[in-house]
């Protein structure tokens, strides 16, 4: 078994996913591309290799550890960080994971953009989505300061959050959540008084992650006198090492997490810590929750990375395993579950990077594109169906691959066990599926988001048909209208619910759009070569075909072209 291990750290993750480099020489210009792949190549190396290395080391043996006190009795409220991680860190923010969306990269004096910064997370999330979670809310730390922030403010801080080393380095963190709120982030009680240019910010975060290693802190705060709710909230960039040195903030407690175990999440408390006001005070909740849609991608990416570590593990494994006579690979069932897998991640990924190009457009800063209502409300709804999607998938690829390993996939010394513990948080992080289904209500609810989407959908269905007459795709084409007008007719009924029983369907809602919008971009992306066109079959048969009898099953009769070459 140790062989089977080896070979699979020696994979280099970027590699090893022709898929990720079909999707990015389709987004990316020439010379972008040219750049990226050789940098990604590098990257993916460094995270089959050293990265997985050090990430087993802080899961087992290096976690985050709270230092409360110096020798001599001061209250410190450090947090120690091992070197292995914290050596990944540095070579992962030195690829511009972070800085690259907001600055020009040297080697073609060009912006990049979040298309290639989430390549770039997809493949360290292979491996460690402990670091994963740093990067990300460093990536909204960033987001926020530079669309919001004063010149000032900006000046200061903002070269120090996008550091390739150039600089040093201030990772970000957003702290949002409070004990007695939660997801209810109008009940927040963190107060901010006037000071000056600055306020004094006092209160306690509950789930604050990233804390002890971020520079600088993104707080909701409600400043003396603001309405109740979340009109009230303001957001506040708070220097993170200046305020700990000078006793005004302390971190409680770390967390003790089931999985991530490589990120200190905490419970800080501010005592009059020093804030700056990024923005207009009765903005800070939306600008918070631009910054959570940017981490919701970030959710679904890390879901999509663990669930092709996950997937290439059970590959592996399948492949050099023998029961009864013969390898694991050679025996129907298990052909089945590889190909269910790799077309499902396969059709995810695909979707995902064409939300994340159109991210670009939403969220981008300076670009000459000017994202149209319709585009923004797509967007929404997209991040929220989908992070619910992956995140599940992540958890279900694990398990699948705890499977296929059998007894040795409960077992520690293989990396099963880990995929399980840290998939299972991203069901749980910026917003549960119970959060976005109530999310896909309110996008119904305010911006009709249904029939935009059904709109959306016909379009790029039609665009198919007139594209390519193929029987296969023509066929697919027809049921995927007609799934279209059911989901319709399904939505009108229960707009006319009450409210109560509306939420009842929220959830069930979410599924049929992933259903239809990756069904969609399956046939799409059929069109453009064999290996996808067999993706799109396996994944669309196992969604609208699954309780039909098949002859040839297309998870066994595609098996070959898209698991074993």
């Known amino acids: 078994m140790l062989d089977i291990k080896e070979k699979i750290n020696k994979e280099n993750f970027y590699k090893g996913d022709p898929n990720l480099r079909r999707l990015l020489q389709n987004s990316l210009s020439d010379d972008f591309f040219q750049w990226a792949d050789e940098e990604l190549e590098k990257y993916?190396?460094?995270?089959?290799?050293?990265?997985?290395?050090?990430?087993?080391?802080?899961?087992?043996?290096?976690?985050?550890?709270?230092?409360?006190?110096?020798?001599?009795?001061?209250?410190?409220s450090s947090v120690w960080l091992n070197e292995g991680y914290?050596?990944?860190?540095?070579?992962?923010?030195?690829?511009?994971?972070?800085?690259?969306?907001?600055?020009?990269?040297?080697?073609?004096?060009?912006?990049?953009?979040?298309?290639y910064s989430y390549a770039q997370k997809y493949l360290l999330s292979h491996t460690e989505p402990g670091l994963a979670c740093p990067v990300t809310l460093t990536k909204?730390?960033?987001?926020?300061?530079?669309?919001?922030?004063?010149?000032?403010?900006?000046?200061?801080?903002?070269?120090?959050?996008?550091?390739?080393?150039?600089?040093?380095?201030?990772?970000?963190?957003?702290?949002?959540?409070?004990?007695?709120?939660?997801?209810?982030?109008?009940?927040?009680?963190?107060?901010?008084?006037?000071?000056?240019?600055?306020?004094?910010?006092?209160?306690?975060?509950?789930?604050?992650?990233n804390a002890g290693a971020c520079g600088v802190a993104m707080?909701?705060?409600?400043?003396?006198?603001?309405?109740?709710?979340?009109?009230?909230?303001?957001?506040?960039?708070?220097?993170?090492?200046?305020?700990?040195a000078a006793g005004n903030l302390r971190i409680r407690r770390l967390k003790d997490k089931l999985g991530v175990r490589a990120v200190p999440s905490a419970e800080v408390e501010f005592e009059h810590a020093v804030g700056y006001l990024v923005g207009e005070e009765t903005k800070g909740f939306y600008y918070m929750i631009?910054?959570?849609?940017?981490?919701?991608?970030?959710?679904?990416?890390?879901?999509?990375?663990?669930?092709?570590?996950?997937?290439?593990?059970?590959?592996?494994?399948?492949?050099?395993?023998?029961?009864?006579?013969?390898?694991?690979?050679?025996?129907?069932?298990?052909?089945?579950?590889?190909?269910?897998?790799?077309?499902?991640?396969?059709?995810?990924?695909?979707?995902?990077?064409?939300?994340?190009?159109?991210?670009?457009?939403?969220?981008?800063?300076?670009?000459?594109?000017?994202?149209?209502?319709?585009e923004k409300t797509l967007f929404r709804l997209y991040v929220a169906v989908m992070k619910k999607e992956t995140a599940e998938q992540a958890v279900h690829f694990a398990h699948e691959a705890i499977e296929m390993h059998g007894g040795n996939g409960y077992i520690e010394d293989f990396v099963t066990p880990r995929l399980l513990r840290d998939a299972q948080v991203l069901t749980v992080w910026e917003g549960t599926a119970n959060i976005l289904g109530?999310?896909?209500?309110?996008?119904?609810?305010?911006?009709?988001?249904?029939?935009?989407?059904?709109?959306?959908?016909?379009?790029?269905?039609?665009d198919i048909k007139a594209a390519r007459e193929m029987?296969?795709?023509?066929?697919?084409?027809?049921?995927?209208?007609?799934?279209?007008?059911?989901?319709?007719?399904?939505?009108?009924?229960?707009?006319?619910?009450?409210?109560e029983l509306k939420t009842y369907y929220a959830k069930d809602i979410a599924k049929w759009v992933v259903d239809l919008f990756e069904s969609v971009i399956a046939v799409e992306e059929s069109l453009k070569d064999s290996r996808q066109s067999s993706i799109a079959m396996v994944y669309l048969e196992n969604v609208w075909r699954k309780d039909e009898f098949q002859r040839e099953p297309a998870n066994l009769f595609r098996f070959e072209e898209i698991v074993l070459n």
């Open 44 to 76: 993916g190396e460094l995270c089959a290799g050293p990265i997985d290395e050090r990430a087993i080391h802080t899961d087992r043996e290096g976690e985050p550890k709270l230092i409360r006190y110096d020798q001599m009795g001061n209250e410190v």
């Open 86 to 115: 914290k050596q990944s860190a540095k070579e992962t923010y030195n690829t511009g994971i972070v800085g690259y969306v907001h600055k020009e990269i040297p080697a073609f004096g060009q912006k990049g953009n979040y298309v």
């Open 140 to 209: 909204a730390t960033a987001y926020l300061i530079d669309h919001y922030a004063s010149d000032e403010l900006r000046e200061k801080y903002l070269p120090h959050v996008l550091s390739t080393g150039d600089v040093e380095l201030y990772e970000g963190a957003t702290l949002l959540t409070e004990r007695q709120g939660g997801s209810d982030v109008g009940a927040n009680e963190v107060s901010a008084v006037k000071e000056g240019d600055s306020y004094r910010i006092s209160g306690e975060k509950y789930f604050a992650s």
């Open 219 to 244: 707080v909701l705060a409600r400043i003396d006198g603001a309405e109740k709710g979340t009109k009230g909230l303001s957001l506040f960039l708070v220097p993170w090492e200046e305020n700990r």
């Open 290 to 374: 631009e910054a959570l849609n940017l981490s919701r991608v970030s959710n679904a990416v890390a879901s999509l990375g663990i669930m092709r570590r996950a997937y290439l593990e059970a590959r592996n494994y399948a492949k050099e395993r023998a029961a009864f006579g013969k390898r694991l690979i050679d025996y129907p069932m298990i052909q089945a579950t590889l190909s269910k897998m790799v077309a499902k991640q396969e059709v995810e990924m695909n979707a995902m990077f064409r939300i994340i190009e159109l991210m670009d457009k939403v969220m981008g800063k300076d670009t000459k594109h000017t994202a149209t209502d319709r």
């Open 438 to 462: 109530l999310e896909v209500l309110r996008l119904m609810e305010k911006y009709e988001v249904e029939r935009v989407f059904v709109e959306e959908m016909r379009e790029r269905l039609w």
């Open 471 to 499: 029987d296969l795709v023509r066929d697919w084409v027809h049921l995927l209208i007609e799934e279209i007008r059911q989901f319709e007719k399904r939505v009108a009924e229960i707009r006319k619910m009450a409210y």
